[in-house]
């Protein structure tokens, strides 16, 4: 168990290390991929952008967004290709159709609804006659 915990390591090191920068030809040309693929989720860590991801599936798709830019492929066209290979997953901010109405309006509706459930508990409640112990002034606490 130890051998393969430390084969994987050393797989993963070796990957990690023989991941070759990325040279740019123009600032223009690392500003707009830097912008782009900061608006592209890691297909692997889900909660890092590709641009930050240290994956070796991030670089392989930092190296395939360069190559299409290089290719002429506009931001949307980029963008459209990743979705086709990776689904709406890969953006960070989906289109809204109806395979992502979930996504974009499911956390609204779930704060209504828990508004009405909380409206209805609070109404029951107020409907309801609290037992009250008989008040004495002659009481003394």
């Keep these: 168990m130890k051998r393969l915990t430390l084969a994987i390591l050393l797989a993963l090191l070796a990957a990690v290390a023989s991941a070759k920068p990325i040279e740019f ?9 830097r912008e782009l693929t900061e608006e592209l989720r890691c297909v692997m860590c889900q909660n890092q952008s590709l641009a930050d991801s240290n994956a070796p599936i991030a670089h392989d798709l930092r190296l395939e967004v360069l190559r299409l830019m290089r290719d002429g492929k506009s931001d949307a066209q980029i963008k459209k290709y990743l979705v086709a290979r990776y689904t709406d997953f890969v953006l960070y901010e989906p289109e809204v159709k109806p395979m992502t109405w979930l996504l974009w309006f ?29 008040s004495s002034d002659s009481q003394e606490w």
């Design 106 to 134: 499911g956390p609204g509706l779930l704060i209504i609804g828990g508004g009405i459930v909380i409206a209805i508990i609070v109404k029951k409640r107020g409907q309801r006659a609290p037992d009250a112990p008989p």
């Design 25 to 33: 030809q123009s600032p223009s040309e690392q500003t707009r991929f």
